[in-house]
Each structure stands twice: as structure tokens, then as C-alpha cells.
């Protein structure tokens, strides 16, 4: 069975993870810069860039063993969310559906 709908939902959701993380980043940076203390934004972005490469391998994986890329997918929707919530939304819907359809 052809898994190209989960590669290509797990792949979209983590390319808007990268977008999400970096913009998280951005605005730690920016929050550091302004407030002149350590802005905890930044690391939860470098969490959130993480588990978005964690999609993208899930993504990849999903068409070789469905159920361990699935639940890779899973596990980069859901952290990532918890990362840094509201940016991470959109890539959350796509690999959460992407990661049921492969489990």
C-alpha cells in the first residue's frame, strides 16, 4: 500500500514546524535583545526545530515502516505544540493526521 498522503501531510506539517520554530526563535532573540535577560522562548524554539526534523524523518520513514513513522509524527505534533504552542499549530494538524493515518 502506497503511503504518499502520510508523506506528504507529515511533510508539509514539518516544514510549517521549521517556519513555526524559527519564527519562535526570532522572537526570542528579539525578546532578549528588548528586555536585555535570557528569554526561555528560544530554547522551547530550538526544542520546537528538533522535533520538527523529527517529522521530517517520520515523514520519510512512514513509507517504509508506516507504524513507527506514524508514531514519530505523533510525537513531533504533539511536542512540538507543548514547545511553543500557538506557532506550532498549523504543522500540528498536519502531522497529527498524518501520524493516525500511519498508525
Excluded: H
Aim: proline share 1%.
Amino acid at each position: 500500500m502506497s503511503r504518499t498522503t502520510e508523506f506528504v501531510l507529515g511533510l508539509i506539517g514539518g516544514i510549517f514546524g521549521f517556519g513555526g520554530a524559527l519564527f519562535a526563535i526570532f522572537f526570542g532573540a528579539v525578546d532578549e535583545a528588548v528586555s536585555g535577560s535570557t528569554s526561555e522562548v528560544t530554547g522551547l524554539g530550538w526544542g520546537a526545530f528538533l522535533f520538527s526534523i523529527l517529522a521530517i524523518v517520520g515523514a520519510i520513514v512512514v513509507k517504509i515502516n508506516p507504524k513507527i513513522g506514524g508514531t514519530l509524527m505523533l510525537i513531533s505534533g504533539i511536542g512540538g505544540l507543548i514547545s511553543i504552542s500557538m506557532f506550532y499549530v498549523l504543522a500540528t494538524v498536519f502531522l497529527v493526521i498524518a501520524g493516525l493515518m500511519g498508525i
